[in-house]
Nanobody, 123 residues
Framework: QVQLVESGGGLVQAGGSLRLSCAASGRTFSRTTMGWFRQAPGKERDVVARITWFGASTYYADSVKGRFTISRDNAKSTVYLQMNSLKPEDTAVYYC????????????????WGQGTQVTVAS
């Protein structure tokens, strides 16, 4: 099991940037696929981005391609989500999650979840 703690959320104006961090402890972090998900009020939780064990492969939802970047520092057991050119529709609670499966993308494939951090983008 991996324990995950997100940080870095907050209120930002449209067009601004935020960087989310997710610190992990427990299972070997370097062999855990990490994902960022988000859930807006009244909507389902959707994948935002995913990065495989050693960062060899990344995945992005179409809605964030070119604006968001996922990265990881295995030495610090931390995964990041750099969010640029933020839009009001990016407003949501953002969750990081860990999976044993190398290519995990769907939420159902992730075993471990953080508590979430709120991101609010004002227009």
């Amino acid at each position: 099991q991996v324990q995950l703690v997100e940080s870095g959320g907050g209120l930002v104006q449209a067009g601004g940037s935020l960087r989310l961090s997710c610190a992990a402890s427990g299972r070997t972090f370097s062999r855990t696929t990490m994902g960022w998900f988000r859930q807006a009020p009244g909507k389902e939780r959707d994948v935002v981005a995913r990065i495989t064990w050693f960062g060899a492969s990344t995945y992005y939802a179409d809605s964030v391609k070119g604006r968001f970047t996922i990265s990881r520092d295995n030495a610090k057991s931390t995964v990041y989500l750099q969010m640029n050119s933020l839009k009001p529709e990016d407003t949501a609670v953002y969750y990081c999650a860990g999976a044993r499966s190398l290519g995990a993308i769907r939420g159902s494939e992730y075993e471990d979840w953080g508590q979430g951090t709120q991101v609010t983008v004002a227009s």
